[in-house]
């Protein structure tokens, strides 16, 4: 892909916005796997210029801290992570999927992650774990689908993050929704579901509202606004 134009992303009554070019997709699932150029270095995988297939066997070869990133400057997708299948994490102490746009757990997926820490970040502007604001920059729970470990859970997103139903729950130790890079949730938070979670903290910059259940006493992290 060679980008010779010029963009201007300024948003007068609004955020600025990020320039992507029809970053990738990747599938994470329990099939054969189709990197499509990628490859797993330093605990990250990044650099697919197609639409990445990766097993969770894979995923669980790697150990210590594990980073799979969506590429910007691919030319196959538009920057989503998928959860197709379910799968248990017994490899990685620490694992962070940061997608360009949306992370996706498709209806019925559950990923036990055991006593692993959880990072998701939908959005990513390509730098840490901050994010840009945008229409579809939402971490999605459809349907059954679950999140679980005994460890601690990160999300933030340039939009929102919900479930679609009271079906989808999200089990953590803490769980912590958000940051202050200005930029985060406009769209708010909606997990409807009975989730299980001991400490919650949430930042919204963006104004968002607040929705959540828990199915158990919860302490209010420090940080948290908006309940």
């Known amino acids: ?5 010029v963009t201007d992303t300024a948003a007068p009554r609004g955020f600025a916005g990020t320039l992507l070019l029809d970053p990738n997709d990747i599938h994470i699932d329990n099939s054969t796997d189709d990197l499509q150029g990628g490859m797993f270095s330093g605990g990250i995988f990044a650099g697919g210029t197609g639409n990445p297939i990766i097993s969770w066997a894979t995923i669980n070869a790697q150990t210590g ?3 799979i990133r969506t ?4 030319s196959s997708g538009a920057g989503d992570i998928y959860l197709d299948a379910s799968g248990t994490l017994t490899g990685p102490s620490t694992f962070t999927l940061l997608a360009n746009r949306a ?3 498709a209806s019925g997926v559950v990923l036990n992650a055991g006593s692993s820490d959880v990072n998701l970040v939908a959005g990513w502007n390509n730098s840490g774990f901050s994010v840009s604001p945008g229409v579809g920059k939402n971490i999605i729970f459809a349907s059954n689908s679950a999140l679980q470990t005994s460890g601690d859970v990160w999300m933030n997103a340039g939009n929102s993050v919900y479930s679609v139903d009271t079906t989808a729950v999200v089990t953590a130790n803490k769980l912590t929704i958000g ?3 200005g930029s985060s949730l406009p769209g708010g938070v909606d997990l409807k579901g009975v989730n299980m979670v001991n400490t919650l903290a949430v930042q919204s910059d963006g104004g968002g509202i607040l929705n959540f259940k828990n199915g158990k006493a919860l302490t209010i ?3 948290a606004f908006g309940i």
Do not use: K, Y
């Open 1 to 5: 892909l060679d980008f010779r134009g």
């Open 65 to 67: 801290s594990l980073e």
């Open 71 to 74: 590429n910007s400057a691919a």
């Open 103 to 105: 992370i996706n757990f």
């Open 179 to 181: 940051n202050t890079n």
């Open 221 to 223: 992290g420090a940080g």
